[in-house]
């Protein structure tokens, strides 16, 4: 199972070499969870980028995936891992998913890059506009 984190959707929207790399994870709907707080942070991200019917055109392909809803055991999971790795409340539901379904999460947020299960992009090490790093 895969998670795609916010900054990796972002990174398909604009058609980044980060969105080109997860390009093939999420297509592979069969294969990835979207955890309910990544809809919130896309659709918000994408409703100040472009506009809303932009935003929820975009979040309807989302929920061709498995969508994760936040209940107490996440809650408290993701509680915990905060606290372990020092995670803000939003990561840590997402890394909690991420462990809960013994997922693999890609993502280009620093936070995560050194925690199991990531597949960590890093936004500034590049080579020829190709990322090198993840």
Same mark, same amino acid.
């Given at each position: 199972?895969?998670?795609?984190?916010?900054?990796?959707?972002?990174?398909?929207?604009?058609?980044?070499?980060?969105?080109?790399?997860?390009?093939?994870?999420i297509a592979d709907v069969e294969h990835?969870?979207?955890?309910?707080?990544?809809?919130?942070?896309?659709?918000?991200?994408?409703?100040?980028?472009?506009?809303?019917?932009?935003?929820?055109?975009?979040?309807?392909?989302?929920?061709?995936?498995?969508?994760?809803?936040?209940?107490?055991?996440?809650? &408290?999971? %993701?509680?915990? *891992?905060?606290?372990?790795?020092? +995670?803000?409340? @939003? #990561?840590?539901? &997402?890394? %909690?998913?991420? *462990?809960?379904?013994?997922?693999? +999460?890609?993502? @280009? #947020?620093?936070?995560?890059?050194?925690?199991?299960?990531?597949?960590?992009?890093?936004?500034?090490?590049?080579?020829?506009?190709?990322?090198?790093?993840?």
């Amino acid at each position: 199972m895969n998670v795609v984190d916010s900054s990796c959707w972002l990174g398909f929207v604009e058609d980044s070499s980060i969105g080109n790399a997860v390009a093939p994870v999420i297509a592979d709907v069969e294969h990835l969870l979207v955890p309910t707080i990544v809809l919130y942070e896309v659709f918000r991200k994408l409703a100040a980028m472009e506009d809303s019917v932009y935003a929820n055109g975009f979040i309807q392909e989302m929920l061709n995936a498995d969508v994760v809803p936040l209940d107490a055991s996440l809650s &408290i999971s %993701a509680a915990n *891992i905060s606290r372990e790795f020092q +995670l803000p409340m @939003a #990561d840590s539901i &997402i890394y %909690a998913t991420t *462990i809960q379904y013994n997922a693999v +999460l890609w993502t @280009a #947020d620093k936070h995560f890059e050194n925690l199991p299960n990531v597949r960590y992009f890093d936004k500034t090490q590049r080579e020829n506009g190709i990322i090198v790093a993840f």
